[in-house]
């Protein structure tokens, strides 16, 4: 496959093959699809957990962010991590 590209996107790209960014255009290309395509999968993702979180607020799912349920969730971390308790699954990434 061949790609045409004009200024400035051909300029740009033969200045990060000259910096050893890449090694050819090819790779440039490859990883600015990546990105688009990872920057795609992470826009669902959040527009699903928007929804998600829209959903619990219209059906009266949703608490008081006060200043004691501050401290509390604070101080519950605080002696997890000193009792060296492991992560719960659903705070993991």
Known sequence: ??????????EY???LIENGNFQNA???????????????QWDHQT????EEGLKDVEEGRVIEI??????DV???????????????VFVKP
């Open 1 to 10: 496959m061949q790609i045409i590209l004009e200024s400035p996107y051909d």
């Open 13 to 15: 790209i033969a200045k």
């Open 26 to 40: 090819e790779q440039v290309v490859q990883f600015a699809l990546n990105e688009k395509f990872q920057f795609a």
């Open 47 to 50: 527009v699903s957990l928007i």
């Open 66 to 71: 006060t200043g004691d349920y501050k401290r």
């Open 74 to 88: 604070i101080e519950g971390a605080r002696k997890r991590y000193l009792d060296n308790d492991p992560i719960p």
